[in-house]
């Protein structure tokens, strides 16, 4: 079945520094891709979106990469601050059904 | 104010005492589904819906029904509770138009099955 591939599983960085997150995903057929974060004892919320037309997206602080051909999509986090700090999830779609898979999840820890 | 609403947000039952998880959403959305989070295996798909009447396993559906008989709202059913059971649910609703985005998520419910 489809499978959503997220590393590192934990990831440690001085606050300044910029921090990336890997997603594979095994459905050539997923056209969307969003990224949540999600803070400790909250919900996961949406950050930040892309769509299989397009490969990179930007807002602010934050960005995503597609790579169709290699079926990989990343997240950029430049300038972290410890507010950054919180569990982040990729996940991929396809069309207009409503499945929607989850990678594990990346603990992102941002130290002062 | 545009929400997912899920209740309650905890709930201890014992095995095999049938319980239903509520789910309403405000924001007109066509699709709605459920997931389940436990620790290092991240949000799994349990139930996800279309619109009225159109419902779809996702990648962990046993034990569990769903009905979506209403827009709005979309419980989540388990008939006989199991242990295996226990884990953070969270429903979640997302606007249609032809082609889904992210998903809203409610607050989440913490279900223990002893």
């Known amino acids: 079945g489809e499978n959503v591939e997220q590393h590192p599983s934990t990831l440690s960085v001085q606050e300044g520094d910029s921090a990336v997150i890997k997603c594979t995903y095994s459905?050539?057929?997923?056209?969307?891709f969003p990224w949540y974060k999600q803070e400790l004892g909250k919900r996961p919320q949406l950050i930040i979106d892309?769509?299989?037309?397009?490969g990179e997206k930007k807002d602010q602080r934050i960005a995503v990469t597609l790579n169709k051909t290699a079926k990989h999509f990343s997240l950029h986090i430049t300038e972290t601050q410890p507010e950054d700090s919180a569990v982040y999830f990729c996940?991929?779609?396809?069309?207009?059904?409503?499945?929607?898979?989850f990678g594990q999840g990346t603990t992102l820890q941002v130290k002062p | 104010e545009a929400q997912v609403t899920q209740n309650p947000r905890y709930l201890i039952t014992v095995t095999g005492k049938k319980l239903t998880v509520t789910c309403s959403q405000n924001?007109?959305?066509?699709?709605m589904s459920w997931y389940r989070q436990d620790p290092g295996l991240g949000l799994r798909q349990i139930y996800y819906?279309?619109?009225?009447?159109?419902?779809d396993k996702g990648d962990v559906p046993e034990g569990y029904k769903v009905s979506r008989k209403e827009k709005r709202n979309f419980p989540l059913i388990l008939e006989s509770p199991s242990p295996n059971q226990t884990s953070l649910y969270f429903c979640?609703?997302?606007?249609?138009?032809?082609?889904?985005?992210?998903?809203?998520f409610g607050s989440g419910t913490r279900l223990t099955v002893v």
């Open positions: 892309i769509r299989s037309n397009v």
């Open positions: 979640a609703s997302s606007s249609g138009g032809g082609i889904i985005s992210g998903y809203t």
């Open positions: 819906s279309m619109n009225v009447e159109v419902t």
């Open positions: 459905d050539s057929a997923s056209n969307y």
């Open positions: 924001m007109n959305h066509e699709y």
């Open positions: 996940a991929a779609s396809k069309g207009n059904t409503g499945k929607l898979i």
